[in-house]
């Protein structure tokens, strides 16, 4: 007997505020494009290298905003044309996209720092002082903005990530700015330059590390797998669980699918509803699959030890670790074995 359940409820948060989200971002970006224009200009004018970078940064921060918008849209249409689960992970795609930008601009700001701290040209300190303030007062702005939308999405977290790190570029920039005005020491705009460099990289760097994970069908970064085999595992009736797959569809939305074996002649009904409930109330996962089925009498025995063992192979090709029902003087103490009662969603 078995029994094939499909859940997907839509239980995900960051659905419910995208208005809000899209409002918030949107104002972002107004505020980043009409500093970004005038600081390109002045930093030209001055000819410091961190209000340049600051302004390539920002330019990444507008692209990183239009991307995070354009991603929403599409991950918000309906599943159709074969992708079952619609276009969610677009906004992973965004996410890869703008943390790849910020390290190849980190690259680039890295090797030119060098060179300026080698060769340091002129720079004018007053101006890159007033801009670097501006800067500040924008970016506190812009970061106070995206903080209000719904940072859980890696999407809008790789926006939020661009904002932050280039607030913290213009408090290094202002700085040596100051520094070049009151000293005339001009390597230390070079200096700031390569800070901004260093966090660019590790701000890209997470992204570009979150957002694979979800390509490679990792299971999210707070789940343990084999833990919640074990878990199901040590459910009244069941015996054995394989082919347990867990992995993000996209930030906020983990999906499950598991082959669950029960004693023979149990209700394969509770023992699903069980599980289902056990994962919702633990990981947090509500989007499931799970196959339930009687084990074949005489599939599974006691060894020496007294661990649980499969005699017959169930699937022909199972995937991955197989999690047994626990040690036969564990079941007869009662140790870990539940029915897990939980109340219904919602309640």
Same mark, same amino acid.
Request: aromatic fraction near 4%.
């Given at each position: 007997?078995?029994?094939?359940?499909?859940?997907?409820?839509?239980?995900?948060?960051? *659905? @419910?505020?995208?208005?809000?989200?899209?409002?918030?971002?949107?104002?972002? &970006?107004?505020?980043?494009a009409a500093f970004m224009a005038v600081e390109v200009v002045i930093g030209v004018?001055?000819?410091?290298?961190?209000?340049?970078?600051?302004?390539?940064?920002?330019?990444?921060?507008?692209?990183?905003?239009?991307?995070?918008?354009?991603?929403?849209?599409?991950?918000?249409?309906?599943?159709?044309?074969?992708?079952?689960?619609?276009?969610?992970?677009?906004?992973?795609?965004?996410?890869?996209?703008?943390?790849?930008?910020?390290?190849?601009?980190?690259?680039?700001?890295?090797?030119?720092?060098?060179?300026?701290?080698?060769?340091?040209?002129?720079?004018?300190?007053?101006? %890159? @002082? %007033?801009?670097?303030?501006?800067?500040?007062?924008?970016?506190?702005?812009?970061?106070?903005?995206?903080?209000?939308? !719904?940072?859980?999405?890696?999407?809008?977290?790789?926006?939020?990530?661009?904002?932050?790190?280039?607030?913290?570029?213009?408090?290094?920039?202002?700085?040596?700015?100051?520094?070049?005005?009151?000293?005339?020491?001009?390597?230390?705009?070079?200096?700031?330059?390569?800070?901004?460099?260093?966090?660019?990289?590790?701000?890209?760097?997470?992204?570009?590390?979150?957002?694979?994970? @979800?390509?490679?069908?990792?299971?999210?970064?707070?789940?343990?797998?084999?833990?919640?085999?074990?878990?199901?595992?040590? &459910? !009244?009736?069941?015996?054995?669980?394989?082919?347990?797959?867990?992995?993000?569809?996209?930030? *906020?939305?983990?999906?499950?699918?598991?082959?669950?074996? @029960?004693?023979?002649?149990?209700?394969?009904?509770?023992?699903?509803?069980?599980?289902?409930?056990?994962?919702?109330?633990?990981?947090?996962?509500?989007?499931?699959?799970?196959?339930?089925?009687?084990?074949?009498?005489?599939?599974?025995?006691?060894?020496?030890?007294?661990?649980?063992?499969?005699?017959?192979?169930?699937?022909? !090709?199972?995937?991955?670790?197989?999690?047994?029902?626990?040690?036969?003087?564990?079941?007869?103490?009662?140790?870990?074995?539940?029915?897990?009662?939980?109340?219904?969603?919602?309640?």
């Open positions: 007997m078995s029994d094939n359940h499909g859940h997907h409820g839509h239980g995900h948060g960051h *659905g @419910v505020s995208a208005h809000a989200d899209r409002r918030h971002l949107g104002g972002a &970006l107004a505020l980043i004018i001055a000819g410091s290298l961190a209000l340049i970078s600051d302004a390539g940064h920002m330019l990444t921060d507008a692209m990183a905003i239009v991307l995070a918008l354009v991603a929403m849209r599409i991950a918000a249409r309906p599943p159709r044309d074969g992708f079952t689960y619609g276009l969610k992970r677009a906004e992973i795609i965004s996410a890869q996209a703008n943390g790849i930008t910020l390290l190849l601009l980190a690259a680039y700001f890295t090797v030119e720092g060098v060179r300026r701290l080698i060769e340091p040209p002129h720079v004018e300190g007053l101006f %890159v @002082v %007033v801009t670097g303030l501006a800067g500040i007062a924008v970016n506190v702005a812009a970061t106070w903005l995206l903080s209000r939308a !719904d940072r859980s999405s890696l999407n809008v977290e790789g926006a939020f990530q661009h904002i932050l790190n280039d607030l913290y570029a213009f408090i290094a920039t202002t700085l040596a700015g100051v520094i070049v005005w009151l000293t005339g020491w001009a390597r230390a705009d070079a200096i700031a330059a390569l800070m901004v460099a260093a966090l660019m990289s590790k701000a890209g760097w997470g992204l570009v590390r979150a957002a694979g994970r @979800v390509f490679m069908e990792a299971a999210p970064a707070e789940v343990n797998p084999a833990e919640v085999g074990r878990q199901i595992a040590a &459910l !009244d009736t069941v015996v054995e669980v394989h082919d347990l797959h867990i992995w993000e569809v996209t930030s *906020g939305y983990a999906a499950l699918s598991a082959h669950v074996l @029960v004693t023979p002649g149990a209700d394969c009904h509770a023992a699903r509803l069980a599980a289902e409930c056990l994962l919702r109330e633990g990981p947090g996962i509500m989007h499931t699959t799970l196959q339930v089925d009687h084990a074949s009498p005489g599939s599974h025995a006691f060894d020496d030890d007294g661990a649980l063992r499969r005699l017959v192979q169930h699937c022909a !090709d199972p995937h991955g670790p197989t999690h047994h029902s626990l040690r036969r003087d564990e079941m007869a103490a009662g140790d870990g074995r539940t029915g897990h009662r939980c109340t219904a969603p919602g309640e």
